[in-house]
């Protein structure tokens, strides 16, 4: 379709764009009809008029802020005051301004845009208490005219408004479906983030590997050899005896520079967590996250270190997912011998917290490398994920 080259911003302002204009023609031919009726009359109606609109403005800057509110999660909510007041109020000044003009056919199409506008707002109720909503109203404003005119407006009224419905639902779901791209995307950044660097860590582990197995057998089986040599001659001259003594301490210093190098590869597999975490962190969209660590933190198990890399990045994970949260805090500190890791965030947490996977899945892996992790509402708003660690696992 031709409205679906338009990019969702610009539908929304062209939808609010329709929406006004309508409000304002119909505002407009009220203010033209005042010199028709007494001067009571016509204030009354510009007021009623006015009033319909403030409803809608109020109603819509609510609506907005609670989605903002709630980063983009729309939540069903048939007991909505704000919004139930709002559009009582709205359809209340229509069916006033009606008995006080009495407009004929024409100006009673025109004045029931009024009606229809308020219409994208039922979205916040579920879709049996939005259809009652929509037709209760044009019901009533087709029977103040009466008859069978009064049936067709009513149909027409019912018809504009469900159209205005249903493309309102539309734009929420875009919506809703850009909101959950983007904590898709967020999640694979961040599971492409692990995944690169466990593919730097085998290749590392590989090298080291073959270093030690190969080049070490072959340089400690000619160590051995030369060892032979000076026991199977013990006769040999003084320069043969010397050279036979620098290749022995030449193979000795291969050895120990093998072993310094294999174990510096074992170090380079974790020793730069910070720096990991930190990539992490980087990629993550939508989140402004706070990161308070000690860069210099090393950690000498490989499976230690993916394990607490892996619960700081399903604590992010469920962020993104449940809290709806604008910021999030993660600081990383000692504290009574223990590596202490802190997950906050600003969202909306619940009294009380079911574990779900992820939360278990952090739990587990904590278990497993000899920690502790505790998740819960946070002292500040939010909700907290702690994990503790003995600092022998660190270097």
Known sequence: MFIEKFSLPTRVALLSTLGLTAWVVAFIRIWIHGSDVGSFEHIAM???ALLNGCFFLINTAFQLR????????????????????????????VCLIQLIWKPDVLDLFLLSSMIVIHSIH??????????????????????????ETGFFIAVFVATQEIVLWGLGLGVLRELLEANKLKISTAKLTIAQARLEESSRREERRKIRQDLHDKMGHELAAMNINLQILE????????????????????????????GEVV???????????????????????????????????????????????????????????HSRASSAWINIFYDDDQLKVTIRDNGTAESSVTAGNGLNGIVGRMRNIGGHASAGRSERGGFKVSLNLPKEVLI
């Open 66 to 93: 609670s989605m903002l509110k709630q980063k983009l999660h729309w939540l069903i909510n048939n007991q909505d005051i704000i919004c139930w007041g709002c559009l009582i109020g709205a359809y209340t000044s």
């Open 231 to 258: 026991h199977k001659y013990p006769g040999k001259a003084d320069d043969e005896k010397h050279s036979l003594v620098q290749a022995q301490e030449s193979c000795q210093r291969l050895f120990e520079t093998l």
């Open 122 to 147: 039922t979205i916040r109720f579920s879709a049996p208490v939005s259809v009652l909503v929509l037709l209760t109203p044009a019901a009533v404003y087709g029977g103040i005219y009466g008859g």
């Open 46 to 48: 510009l007021s009623l």
């Open 263 to 321: 174990g510096e590869l074992r170090k380079q597999t974790n020793d730069h967590f910070y720096d990991q975490l930190r990539s992490v962190i980087d990629n993550v969209p939508g989140l402004a996250i706070h990161l308070q660590c000690d860069s210099n933190i090393r950690i000498r198990d490989d499976v230690v270190a993916d394990n607490l890399l892996c619960c700081i990045q399903e604590g992010i994970t469920n962020i993104l997912k």
